[in-house]
């Protein structure tokens, strides 16, 4: 399982969480490492704070976007404490370590936010699920690296001595083919006037989570995209052919 879980720190200011991220993936076992738009990397401290972890370190990815990092990714979660206007499904690290354990096949990224403000709404509206870890009410504030290391630990415990659970039938869908099936379905309703493209409000907030709930696999999601292509006003209505 552990060799399927991508962690993904956004936007990190300090070199040394970067590091210290690194030496607690290191230590459960996890190895897919990706960086988005550090502020500092690489660094001489990012290594020093690293210590036995520096091959994972020296194995990490470098991107500008959340798109690139997670583009080949099935689920993509992110850690959070942020309130929303609009209720996200939100696991434990423990809850979250079951349900990835669950999804045999999948690559899973992991988001972690800036250390001053975290995620952003519109990065946090790009998960299928939101991770919060319980702390002291009074003072629930994590660093970075310990953020990783808590969510890493649940992983690891939860790989160990279990078998992976059956395969379903068809792959399921990257985040690249979910995206596109989103960007087809926004297109859909604004051509046949059922949202307005300068005030779509909710309307595709709330469809991103309904689709985020149902684990879409590829062929589902060619299903629905010859069905939007159909229906669709500006299509010329010639038919297709079933995926």
Request: glycine share 6%; aromatic share 6%; net charge neutral.
């Amino acid at each position: 399982m552990l060799d399927r879980i991508r962690i993904v720190l956004v936007e990190t200011s300090h070199p040394g969480n970067i590091g210290a991220a690194a030496r607690a993936m290191k230590t459960m076992g996890l190895t897919d490492f990706v960086l988005v738009r550090p502020k500092r990397f690489p660094d001489p401290q990012s290594f020093w704070r690293a210590a036995g972890g520096a091959d994972v370190l020296t194995g990490v990815r470098v991107v500008e976007s959340l798109t690139e990092a997670t583009a080949d990714c099935h689920w993509v979660v992110a850690t959070s404490a942020r309130l929303r206007r609009i209720p996200w499904p939100v696991m434990s690290p423990r809850e979250f370590s079951e349900a990835a354990h669950a999804r045999v096949g999948q690559r899973i990224a992991v988001l972690f936010g800036r250390e001053d403000k975290g995620l952003n709404n519109e990065e946090l509206q790009r998960c299928q699920c939101h991770v919060e870890i319980p702390g002291n009410p009074e003072y629930p504030v994590l660093n970075l690296a310990m953020a990783v290391q808590v969510v890493a630990y649940e992983l690891y415990q939860r790989s160990i001595g279990l078998p992976e659970p059956l395969v379903w039938d068809r792959p399921p869908a990257t985040v690249q083919e979910f995206e596109g099936f989103l960007a087809h379905l926004e297109s859909v309703l604004v051509n046949s006037h059922f949202i307005n493209p300068d005030n779509p409000g909710q309307t595709l907030n709330r469809l991103r989570r309904l689709f985020s709930r149902v684990d879409l696999d590829n062929t589902e999601v060619a299903i629905l995209r010859g069905v939007l292509t159909q229906l669709d006003p500006g299509n010329s209505g010639k038919p297709l052919k079933a995926p």
